[in-house]
């Protein structure tokens, strides 16, 4: 777990289906430490949204 980038990066309060899927895109860049939430992929996949591959 990188928790110097989750210090640094919180999640929004109340975050919009957007910021979550912004938050948890960046996230898999720099930490990786748990996967994309199934629900935010299913709604990524309806956006045409590519879905990375964890660490």
Known sequence: ???EW???H????????DQRIAWHLEHIKHCG???IPENLKEEMK???INIPVTL
């Not at 919180?10 to 289906?17: C, D, E, F, Q, V």
């Open 46 to 48: 309806k956006r045409h």
């Open 10 to 17: 919180p999640m929004p309060k109340n975050a919009t289906i």
């Open 6 to 8: 989750h210090l640094a």
């Open 1 to 3: 777990m990188n928790a």
């Open 33 to 35: 430490c748990r996967e």
